[in-house]
Structure formats: C-alpha cells, structure tokens
C-alpha cells in the first residue's frame, strides 16, 4: 500500500538518549572535528535521517573546547583553593546563610540515591560538597572536591560550568560530558542570582551515577536554587529594615531633600523626595569623590553610611525629567558597554552630565548590544524579532527601552530607535566571539556572534582582528567597519518596513 507524505515521515523522537549512544554521539562527534582540522574530507551529512547529534549546549561547549584544544582524555591543570581562600569566599556569595535549608531540600528527599551535593560560586569553585562517602571518594579520583575550580576549560563540559555559562538549570548526562573520565558520572546544576543585585552568585549541583539518576532532580535542583534565592531576599530586606532604623533619626537633622540607600542601591529611608525603589550604583561602588552624577537624581553628595550611603541631591531633580541626560549633556558623550565578563555585563557613560556606571541586566545588555551594532536605528518590531523571533512582542521591547531611558536620556532617541548620533559608544567583548552572552539565545546575538567569529564583522570601537586561515591560504579582506550596513545587515533586526515608530 501506497504511504502519504504525513505517514511516512520519521517519527519524533521521545525518549532520551542512552548512554550507549551518548557515548557514540561523543566519539563521532570528536573524530569529525579531528578530520576538519585535518581537512580530510569527506564529511557525513549532519542532517541524515536517523542521525543523533549533541543538544546545542552540549555542542556548543564541546565545539570551544576543542578550539581551546582541550584533551578528552586528560583536561587541563586542576587548580585548588586554600582552607582560608574557601572560607572567605564562602563568606563573599552569601551562601553560607542557606546552607542549612539547601542539605534540607536536597540530600532528605532523594532518600537512599546515591548522589553528591555541590555548591560553587560564580567563578565555578566548589565552595561545599557534601553527600555519600563511598561517591566522595570516587568523586576525588576525578578531581570533583572542595576547593576545584570546576569550569570548562579545566575540566570539561559538566553540570556546573554550563549552568553558570547559560544562566538557567541544566543536565549533562554521561558521555555529554567532554572528558571521557566523567561519562560514568551525571550532573544537574542551576544558577543562583542575588535577588538585590541580579548579580549571578553561584550554582547548586547534584552529581550522581549515570546509572541511578532520576528525572525529577534537576526541577528539584532548579526549585532549591529558587529557595536559596528567598532566603537571600528574605536576608537583605533585614539588613534594610536595620538601615532605616538608623537613617530615620538622621534624616530628620538633614537639611534639604536627602535618601538612605543600601551598598546596592535599594533605599531605606527617604525625605523630601519621591519614592525611588532603588539607585543605580556603579559596580565597585561609588568612590571616594565627595559628590557624584547619580542617574535619577543628578549630582548628589554622598557620605558612607554604615553598609550604605547617605545621599543628597546638590540641586533638587525637577518632575520635568532632571537627573537623566539631556540631549545638549549627551553631545560628545562616551559611553562603553562591557560584557567581557559574561556574568557582569557594565554600562560607563562619560560626558558632559558626568561619569557614572553601573550592572546591566541580561535583557538591557541584549538590547544595547543591538542598538550599538545597529546605529541606522531599529522599530520595536524589528527588536522584537531580533531578541525573541517574533516581531509582535513589541509591548516588551518598549517597556524595556522606557526602563534604559530613564537614566539614560538623551543619549538614546526613538524613531527609530537608536544611540544619538553624537554618542560614541565602544562595545568590549571578550576574547572568544562564543563567549558573547553566551545565555543570550536571542536570534541576532547568535548570528553576531557566528559573524565575529567567521571575521565578517566586529564590534563597535574594537580593532579589527585577523581571520583564523589553514597554513597556505592567502591572507584575508580587512574586515568591515562595525557600524557599515553590509556588516550589520547580517546578523541585526532584519529589514522591514521603513514606516517610523508611532510611540517612543
């Protein structure tokens, strides 16, 4: 009997893999990338029918691994943390302070499994570990103890360092691990962010046999990063409560307009101004200048305040809008977006209305990222499909861009929007093109980061790098200027209708 089109095609697939094909996935996979390199071709066709491949994560990581040309079979030098280095920066994430509720959540309920917990910062050092002696030992053969430093390029792809590197819960099951010592081993791991800051603290691991795993554990392990998380909150809304207990009498000597803020910016106590949730502080803090231009507020001088500041305002902010850049402040400003650190991403204007930086969060480095590869400007449909493929998610895309024009003013302008024209605006990535948001899975950042690392476009500011060539090829085209419409055209907002935005 004749089959139709629909009962013919190939089934989706809805279990997951074995460890069996794991391991064949992962030996394909390397002898293939060992023949590129080689240049013996040729290659079998990625998209055979019936053809297993890596998840993207998986890939991914193994695909820098091997451009760092890190050895399946051996790693790299493990690196190791003293007692007194451990105990400080135990200290520093503020995880000693969840502990007790993390062994609660964690090690009770999976009752006999056999399996290890793992604590690790954000740098990837394992802070605690913690489970069954007979697993401890055989985790110590393969260097997964207290005081490693437990990060891709050390070690492999695993559990902890792909979470920290995606930001968000993942599984590294068997032979998707890089190093072939670790395929007996299963990892799930999920970030941890201080709920004051945004910033990425740390990550929970659990590690078992990849015999015995279970499936429930990494929404179990993602559930316990969430509870770490309302400890944390629940931890610094009592140190503000303390704050404001001091601040209150002290505010009511101060002459003028004055606030209380916490060192992250939150306020505690305020008078004679409109409620402000939270100060922009720059990453190191602010320094030692006696007075600073606060985004919000304008210049302000500020004083230390027990485990904040006290902050008044040298000019009263208007409703009209002062304490954000005005048009005339941002000519000739400088402002530089850095994201080398895939886990701080800092904004750093420069200017006539003063000098100031501060954290970005993941969603407004995506968004300043386009709009600095992108100066022609973009409409909020064009953004839309950019960050999430979708070009009627245009509500988010404004609201987010009414969130960055808040204290950025006049250096950003709309329809279309885009930088002023008299910004400029340098990006520092880092080293790999790979390495560029790498939790970022938004369509144009993925097509920016091919872009760069094939060489057919940079970043704005940067100097142009020479393409990777095999021995023997001739030498490259210069690159494109960052700016140029022929290097934007290929990896930002695709082009569409000319007609202007109709709301800012």
């Keep these: 009997m004749r089959q139709t089109g629909r009962q013919s095609r190939r089934p989706e697939r809805r279990t997951p893999p074995t460890a069996a094909e794991l391991a064949r996935v992962h030996e394909r996979t390397l002898a293939e990338a060992a023949a590129r390199e080689l240049a013996q071709p040729p290659f079998p066709d990625p998209a055979a029918p019936g053809r297993l491949e890596p998840r993207p994560e998986i890939g991914d990581s193994w695909a820098r691994l091997r451009r760092l040309g890190l050895d399946p079979d051996a790693g790299a030098a493990a690196v190791h943390l003293g007692p007194a280095e451990i105990e400080q920066r135990r200290r520093a994430s503020g995880l000693d302070a969840v502990m007790p509720v993390l062994r609660d959540t964690l090690l009770e309920p999976v009752g006999q499994t056999p399996l290890i917990l793992a604590i690790a910062d954000a740098e990837g050092h394992v802070l605690w570990q913690e489970g069954e002696r007979g697993l401890r030992r055989s985790a110590d053969r393969i260097g997964f103890l207290t005081g490693a430093r437990w990060i891709e390029e050390s070690v492999g792809t695993n559990g902890i360092a792909v979470a920290l590197r995606a930001q968000r819960p993942m599984h590294v099951h068997s032979a998707e691990h890089y190093l072939r010592s670790h395929h007996s081993w299963t990892c799930v791991a999920a970030p941890v962010h201080d709920p004051g800051t945004g910033r990425l603290v740390g990550a929970i691991n659990l590690s078992g046999p990849a015999r015995s795993i279970r499936p429930y554990l990494l929404q179990l392990t993602a559930t316990a990063a969430r509870l770490a998380e309302t400890e944390l909150r629940a931890h610094r809304l009592e140190a503000l409560n303390q704050l404001r207990t001091l601040a209150a009498p002290m505010l009511a000597r101060v002459a003028g307009p004055a606030l209380v803020v916490d060192a992250a910016g939150w306020t505690a106590a305020a008078a004679g101004l409109p409620p402000l949730g939270?100060?922009?502080?720059?990453?190191?803090?602010?320094?030692?200048?006696?007075?600073?231009?606060?985004?919000?507020?304008?210049?302000?001088?500020?004083?230390?305040?027990?485990?904040?500041?006290?902050?008044?305002?040298?000019?009263?902010?208007?409703?009209?809008?002062?304490?954000?850049?005005?048009a005339e402040q941002a000519e000739g400003a400088r402002l530089r977006l850095d994201l080398r650190r895939h886990d701080r991403p800092e904004l750093t204007v420069q200017g006539a209305a003063g000098s100031w930086s501060h954290p970005l969060s993941p969603r407004h480095a995506e968004l300043l990222l386009l709009l600095a590869t992108g100066r022609e400007g973009s409409t909020a449909a064009q953004l839309a499909e950019a960050l999430f493929g979708d070009p009627g998610r245009t509500v988010t895309v404004r609201a987010e861009l009414s969130r960055l024009r808040r204290y950025l003013g006049g250096l950003l302008a709309h329809r279309p929007y885009r930088f002023a024209e008299s910004v400029l605006v340098t990006v520092d990535g880092p080293e790999d093109p790979y390495d560029l948001l790498p939790a970022s899975s938004a369509p144009a950042v993925r097509r920016l980061r091919a872009g760069l690392a094939a060489g057919t476009v940079r970043l704005p500011g940067t100097a142009s790098v020479p393409q990777p060539r095999a021995p023997g090829d001739a030498p490259t085209a210069p690159q494109p200027p960052a700016s140029s419409a022929a290097s934007w055209s290929s990896v930002g907002p695709q082009a569409r209708s000319a007609s202007p935005e109709t709301s800012a």
């Excluded at 502080?281 to 919000?296: C, F, L, R």
């Design 278 to 326: 939270r100060l922009r502080v720059p990453v190191d803090g602010w320094g030692a200048a006696a007075v600073h231009w606060v985004p919000g507020l304008g210049e302000c001088a500020l004083e230390p305040l027990a485990d904040g500041w006290l902050v008044r305002p040298v000019r009263p902010p208007e409703t009209d809008g002062s304490g954000t850049v005005t």
